[in-house]
């Protein structure tokens, strides 16, 4: 426990913090201010409060939390609106009124409230690799639900765009909660599936015109390839449509398909490259009416194909496939059609 020694402004120096360390969090006399260390020297610590300090003196005593400034993540979190050290403002105001009492402490998510949970596993069962995309539905889903009510709420006309991983099915939740009323049932009255386009295929096939250029053997997809489905394990590549061969189009799409975790392993995050390719280059080709891939609606699910903007609504580019092809198209489909 130290006592305060000097107060200026937000900047509060305290001395007998030896059992603190810098950067951690500590409460500031007798409200118990927040605050967090700047610098220690000795047991003399450096505090910057992030409140009013109005009202502190030398001897007021500070306490360390002892652990750094930190967020809790958790269910709830994207509904609520914070201040800068997470305190729930419309929380706070339900308690206190509009003008927030210094020193008030109310945890960041409801501990009362209760959330729908599916296990996907169970205790003793085998933890496998799998795709980080679908690791993020859950998250992701939350937070364009909340997108999807507002654009609901606005009669939203326009085109929402997902670019959030896993996209296809974040596209298909998005136009299932834009759709449900007041008593949670579909009533036609929220986007159109024409509405909702999702980016992210355009990565994959950027990685695959790399690819291409490296290896002759998928020299023909320069010219002749599409790009096909989510842009994850159900990735479909197809090295030429009129030449199509099954076991190298496979070949290459394992290849894209694992290209960020080969990059992982080097100790990098491709972040650049994804943004450009699905996202900005993408989305100007959308606007500019070219061809481009992007995820629409199909048969109840959406998926990822080459397609353009015209005036009169989307063009998806019809082909004739071969058989082997066309049966990894109904794989995908069926697998995106069993996401909930």
Known sequence: ???????????????GMAD????????????????????????????????????????????????PLSVELGPGLIENIYDGIQRPLEEIVRRVGANITRGIQVPALDRERLWDFTPTAAVGAAVTGGDVRMAQYGLNRELAAVYARMARDKGYKGLFCVVSDPVDPLCRAVLQESDRGENGESDGGGLLPCQVRGFGLGVMHARALYFAGRDERFASYLTEGRAFGPHGEDLVLANS?????????????????????EMRKL?????????LSSGALTLLALLRGQWH?????????????RQRLTPSGIEVERLTLPDALQKRLDTTAARLRAID
């Open 1 to 15: 426990m130290g006592k305060i020694i000097k107060v200026s402004g937000p900047l509060v120096v305290a001395d």
């Open 20 to 67: 603190a360390s810098m950067a951690d969090v500590v409460r500031v006399g007798p409200q118990h201010l927040i605050g967090e260390i700047l610098n220690m020297t000795g047991d003399r610590a450096s505090i910057q409060v992030y409140e009013e300090t109005s009202g502190l003196g030398p001897g007021a005593e500070v306490e360390t939390t002892g652990a």
């Open 241 to 261: 449509i009129e030449h199509y061969d099954d076991a190298l189009s496979r070949e290459l799409t394992d290849r894209v398909a694992h290209a960020n975790l």
């Open 267 to 275: 100790g990098y995050k491709p972040y650049v490259a994804p943004a």
């Open 293 to 305: 891939y992007a995820s629409v609606y199909m048969d109840g699910i959406f998926m990822g194909c």
